[in-house]
């Protein structure tokens, strides 16, 4: 079901391939004001996490936080930390490890809903507010923006062109 979801879905880079199939189960399961609360936190610590944790195979690969739920962004920023190209069998590895850790934490998260402990632990960085001060009017988000965008970003002659 959710194999189109690999390569950041259908290979369009974007968003993670292990993070809609958990979205998915934490959907099924609980309450659509708690599967939000649920799903934030999971974005929350995947951003923050260095994949991979769980080393699936007998090659050991480096763990690197990437500071992104996007597959082009973890790939390139794993692949400039480690040295391995975005092809490599060794990415291949780090994402299959990525799977592991994600489903295991969204499992953590879910116990921890039907215990009636689950608590908020990661929020976005303070960044986010900063950007989200000028960009709420067109976008919405809670992504990083420095990851890509690095400072200084100040309102330039450039967005005239998009407003």
């Keep these: 079901m959710f194999w189109t979801a690999r390569g950041g879905v259908a290979g369009w880079s974007s968003i993670c391939g292990t993070i809609p ?3 998915a189960v934490i959907g099924m399961v609980a309450e659509p004001d ?12 995947f951003r923050q996490h260095p994949f991979p944790e769980y080393q699936p195979g007998e090659m050991q690969v480096p763990s690197v936080v990437s500071d992104s739920s996007l597959c082009h962004v973890q790939v390139t920023n794993w692949a400039h930390e480690t040295g391995f190209e975005s ?19 969204t499992a953590k998260i879910l116990n921890d809903y039907a215990d009636g402990v689950f608590e908020i632990t990661h929020e976005p960085d303070e960044v986010v507010g900063e950007c989200m001060a000028c960009h709420s009017e067109l ?16 309102p330039t002659d450039i967005h005239d062109d998009f407003y």
């Design 139 to 154: 976008t919405r988000g809670k992504e990083n923006c420095t990851t890509c965008h690095k400072p200084p970003i100040e």
């Design 34 to 45: 708690d599967a939000m609360e649920l799903v934030n936190e999971l974005m929350g610590w």
């Design 21 to 23: 199939p958990a979205q």
């Design 87 to 105: 092809g490599s069998s060794e990415r291949g590895e780090r994402c299959a490890g990525a799977s592991a850790d994600v489903a295991r934490y």
